[in-house]
């Protein structure tokens, strides 16, 4: 059985949140990507300082 199609004007109502865990996962992995990036160029950095 289908839902009857609204009256036009009428606003529609939202869609649940069903992506909460795929959306942290991302959030997560930008997160991790962001630091393990900041790490290397912070290590490239020490070690140019270094050799200099």
Same mark, same amino acid.
């Not at 009428?10 to 992995?29: D, Y």
């Not at 990507?33 to 050799?51: D, E, F, P, R, V």
């Given at each position: ?10 606003? $529609?109502?939202? $869609?649940? $949140?069903? =992506?909460?865990? =795929?959306? /942290? ?14 790490? /290397? /160029? ?11």
């Amino acid at each position: 059985m289908t839902t009857p199609t609204p009256a036009p004007g009428t606003p $529609r109502t939202p $869609r649940p $949140r069903r =992506r909460r865990g =795929r959306t /942290a996962l991302r959030h997560f992995v930008r997160g991790l990507s962001y630091g393990t990036g900041l790490s /290397a /160029a912070g290590l490239l950095g020490y070690w140019i300082q270094q050799m200099l």
